[in-house]
């Protein structure tokens, strides 16, 4: 069983920066592939990127890659989401997943096993 527990939300400028964390319990996260996605008012939960950190693979989807990063520090048992040149549209509830460890980029919510409770990120105009 992991427990996921997201922080770092918050209301930000367009332009500006956020980096969300994801700490992980119950197991440490390197047993695990660990995702970040984002759900706006009325759509579906969007896949935005992955960490496998034993196999040190990262994965970004084509729609934010090169404005965000995703990173781990398996001594804390987080991993990290740095977003930067935030847009209104970026505005969703931001949700840490977990998975057992896998090759490849998953990117459907069906996908992972464990989900965090979500943190807000509202990005003014």
């Avoid at 990127?49 to 090169?66: E, N, P, Q």
């Avoid at 987080?78 to 549209?89: A, D, F, G, I, W």
């Amino acid at each position: 069983q992991v427990q996921l527990v997201e922080s770092g939300g918050g209301l930000v400028q367009t332009g500006g920066s956020l980096r969300l964390s994801c700490v992980a319990s119950g197991r440490t996260f390197s047993t695990y592939t660990m995702a970040w996605f984002r759900q706006a008012p009325g759509k579906e939960r969007e896949f935005l990127g992955s960490i496998s950190w034993s196999y040190r693979m990262t994965y970004y989807a084509d729609s934010v890659k090169g404005r965000v990063t995703i990173s781990g520090d398996n001594a804390g048992n987080t991993v990290y989401l740095q977003m930067n040149s935030l847009k209104p549209e970026d505005t969703a509830v931001y949700y840490c997943a977990a998975r057992p460890l896998a090759l490849g980029m998953r990117v459907l919510d069906r996908d992972y096993d464990y989900w965090g409770q979500g943190t807000q990120v509202t990005v003014s105009s």
